[in-house]
């Protein structure tokens, strides 16, 4: 299998007025499929920015990104979408679930845009709300539930199209500290049975159960860590 990520050179250039920002600076990263790898380092240091070029949310400046071996960088919009659906999970920070559609049916948005029969979306929905332990939820809206439900529910999302990467920027950054722990839980379940993770925290209790901590400064990786698990 060839990795799910590849990095080569990668870099992101913001051009504001005057002002030539380097959000990235040269990345090369590798990711094997079933790895669960933290991203940390200060504000400003490009986590985000570096999660979504992996996310295929945007494109980067210059460099090479092969995700699970094709080449993704320099595609239109529409193919990045594609990609995006297939093969991308994304859980946010604020959630982003819609709130005039019912758990299920937020959890069903991707089936949906992916063209698969209704027998069959309904039968994934089900394993994913199953999967997060949210069942009894799935006639209710996002604002009927608690910030880890809602993040429950994300991940139910995120996970319901199987794909081959799941992406989680500060997932627990708007939970209390017990809920961010079960969000995290949950995780480590799904990385268990067999989910490649790319995480960003800022809390390095978090980092350390990741099995590989990467260390992002001034848009460069200048530090990595393999845990002794
Ligand atoms: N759309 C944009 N236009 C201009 N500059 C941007 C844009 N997005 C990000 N930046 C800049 O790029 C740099 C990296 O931002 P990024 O959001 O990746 O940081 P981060 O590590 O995720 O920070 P935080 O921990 O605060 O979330 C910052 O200096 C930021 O101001
Ligand atoms: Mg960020």
């Known amino acids: ?33 079933g790895e669960f790898v933290a991203i940390v380092g200060p504000s400003g240091s490009g986590k985000s920015t570096l999660l979504s070029i992996l996310g295929c949310l945007d494109n980067p400046t210059s460099g090479e ?10 595609l239109s919009e529409d193919q990045l979408s ?67 439900q809602r993040q429950r529910v994300a991940i139910a999302r995120a996970l319901v199209t199987r794909p081959s990467l799941m992406l989680a920027d500060e997932p627990t950054g708007n939970l209390d500290s017990r809920t961010g722990r079960e969000v995290l839980a949950l995780l480590q379940e799904l990385h268990k049975a067999g989910s490649t993770i790319v995480l960003v925290t800022h809390d390095p209790a978090i980092a350390a159960t990741a099995e590989r901590t990467i260390e992002v400064r001034d848009g460069l990786i200048v530090r990595q860590e393999v845990a002794l698990l």
Do not use: C, W
């Not at 870099?11 to 499929?33: C, F, I, M, N």
């Not at 990104?65 to 320099?74: E, I, K, P, Q, S």
């Not at 297939?86 to 937020?106: C, D, M, W």
């Open 1 to 33: 299998m060839p990795p799910v990520i590849t990095l080569r050179g990668i870099t992101k250039t913001y051009q504001t007025g005057e002002e030539t920002l380097h959000a990235l600076a040269g990345v090369d990263l590798t990711v094997e499929p």
């Open 65 to 74: 990104y092969r995700l699970d071996g094709a080449n993704v960088a320099g």
């Open 82 to 148: 594609r990609i995006r659906n297939q093969k991308i999970g994304f859980v946010f920070q604020a959630f982003h679930l819609l709130p005039r559609l019912t758990v299920a049916e937020n959890v069903e948005t991707p089936l949906l845009y992916a063209g698969l029969p209704a027998k069959e979306r309904k039968q994934r929905v089900a394993q994913a709300l199953a999967r997060v332990g949210l069942t009894q939820k799935a006639d209710r809206e996002p604002n009927q539930l608690s910030g880890g």
